[in-house]
């Protein structure tokens, strides 16, 4: 029988469409791995809910390998850099001559993969990286000048372009194998979270994990939602979007299955035809885009802005205004009510994504970082290219920057994307019994006995102020 190879999971907690689950297999009996690595990743900012949200994810994963014969084995590691030791000690128990992996493209993950690829070439084991996440891998697609695209627009188009059947194909899911005489492990317990004010994930049936929720959701998304997604995606009232993010963060459905499905919706075509389709194609087409940019501008990991003269903003030191942030209590309801469903819920509606980072960005003027750093703490689809890239954009430090001066005015987005302050009744109840169309900028004489406080800044002021800041900055 020839010798088995490993498969090692990171984020691609799947076994259908899986690029490099499906190498393994043609290559031998699979064993797969996955490193647990708490320590490291609440270090780096993950919280609760995606850890939890994870760890029931493999959970999932490790019921469907049992169903194809494949043993998942786990280790617990404090840290990325233990990664290569911790798999050729794998392969030496298991007599694996191969490894395989699909890539990750943020810094530090990819230095822990050239990490392990060096460690598996020092000895007679070889390691593979495969492209998965992304239908082009980073740097395939370049501008007329062979840069890496910085604006999503012509990025897109080329995405476009070059797509071919192939790379949408959907990858072949292994046969079960027969049994080896290596046993699974049994499942880690639930992750044990240091983080003491994130610390409670969300329930777990409110992102019920694995492959199969995860094509639930999408089989009802394309069903009865996907025509409208354009009229309704930005209204937060209606459950008009996907709600794919977390799977897809962690890899529990591909964007193939996802293109492929819209492609079967759209009559086979995913840049024309149905508006709402085209334009939830389009948004995964963004997070790809993000991919790529983590990739081709590094310096995005290294927490600093896409833009370098952005680097220069006067960014305020302003603990009570970024802590009436976090709270929902900026006296702003939009704001307010979106930060509460992301605490609540682990997640939060685009368009309030986009409304509370220009908040916080702009109105307090305080560094996108702080925010970023909270989102990701509280997010379950925390994902750091997609998040960094928001972040950037709400900020206008990053790319397709929103120009500097544009910043919502939240009270007019609250009127326009929640006309009838549905959204703001659910998440604040003490606005519940005002009119409708009081509870977007509440007057003070409606407030008299209500626990809610007036603005911490002026709408003007602090467009003004924003404006100023920016206007100081020479461009590089
Ligand atoms: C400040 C800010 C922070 C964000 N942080 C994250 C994050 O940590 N993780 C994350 O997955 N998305 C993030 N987004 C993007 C977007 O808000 C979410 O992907 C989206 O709200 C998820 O809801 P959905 O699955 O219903 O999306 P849908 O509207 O159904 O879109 C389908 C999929 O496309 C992708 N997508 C949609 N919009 C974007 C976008 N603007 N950028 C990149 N990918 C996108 C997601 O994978 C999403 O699941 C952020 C956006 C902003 C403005």
Redesign the pocket.
């Known amino acids: 029988m020839s010798s088995p190879v490993l498969m090692w999971f990171r984020s691609d907690l799947r076994i259908h469409d899986n690029t490099a689950l499906a190498a393994a297999a043609r290559q031998g009996p699979v064993v797969a791995v996955y490193l647990r690595c708490l320590p490291h990743w609440q270090r780096h900012g993950h919280g609760a809910n995606k850890l939890d949200f994870r760890a029931r994810g493999v959970a999932a994963l490790h019921e469907a390998l049992e169903g194809l014969g494949i043993p998942l084995l786990h280790r617990e590691l404090d840290d990325f850099a233990e990664a290569p030791q911790a798999l050729l000690a794998i392969a030496r128990e298991t007599g694996a001559r191969a490894l395989h992996f699909n890539h990750e493209y943020p810094l530090d993950e990819q230095r822990r993969d050239q990490a392990v690829a060096a460690a598996f070439d020092a000895t007679d084991l070889t390691a593979t990286g495969h492209h998965d996440a992304v239908a082009f891998a980073p740097g395939e697609l370049r501008t007329g000048k062979g840069d890496y695209y910085g604006v999503f627009t012509p990025f897109a188009k080329s995405w476009h372009r070059q797509l071919t059947a192939e790379r949408l194909a959907l990858r072949e899911t292994p046969a079960p194998q027969a049994p080896l005489s290596i046993n699974a492990d049994p499942l880690p317990p639930p992750p044990e979270l240091s983080d003491k004010t994130a610390d409670t994930p969300v329930p777990a049936r409110f992102w019920p994990a694995g492959e199969a929720a995860a094509a639930d959701r999408l089989e009802r998304f394309l069903r009865f939602r996907g025509r409208y997604y354009q009229r309704q995606?930005d209204f937060p009232a209606i459950r008009g979007?996907?709600?794919?993010?977390p799977y897809?963060?962690l890899g529990m459905i591909s964007h193939r299955q996802c293109l492929q499905a819209a492609l079967t919706e759209n009559d086979g075509a995913l840049a024309e035809g149905d508006a709402g389709l085209v334009a939830?194609v389009n948004?995964?087409v963004?997070?790809e885009f993000?991919q790529h940019v983590a990739h081709g501008f590094p310096q995005v990991c290294r927490h600093r802005a896409f833009q370098a003269h952005t680097e220069q903003l006067p960014w305020r030191d302003d603990e009570a205004g970024f802590a009436a942030w976090c709270a929902g209590q900026t006296g702003y309801p939009i704001v307010d009510a979106a930060m509460r469903q992301l605490v609540a819920t682990g997640w939060m509606?685009?368009r309030l994504?986009?409304i509370t980072?220009m908040f916080l960005s702009k109105h307090l003027l305080i560094d996108w970082r702080l925010g970023e750093a909270f989102?990701?703490r509280h997010?379950v689809?925390?994902?750091f290219a997609?998040?960094n890239?928001?972040?950037q954009?709400?900020a206008s430090t990053g790319t397709d920057a929103a120009p500097y001066f544009r910043i919502f005015n939240p009270t007019t987005q609250s009127q326009r994307f929640d006309p009838n302050g549905t959204f703001l009744a659910e998440w604040l109840p003490e606005l519940a019994e005002l009119p409708a169309k009081a509870r977007h900028d509440p007057p003070r004489d409606l407030l008299a006995d209500v626990d809610y406080p007036p603005p911490i800044v002026d709408h003007k002021a602090a467009r003004a102020r924003a404006l100023d800041a920016f206007k100081g900055l020479t461009s590089d």
């Open positions: 995606r979007t996907s709600e794919l993010s897809l963060a939830w948004e995964l963004w997070r993000y509606h685009n994504r986009m980072a989102f990701l997010l689809d925390g994902e997609a998040n890239g928001g972040w954009w709400a």
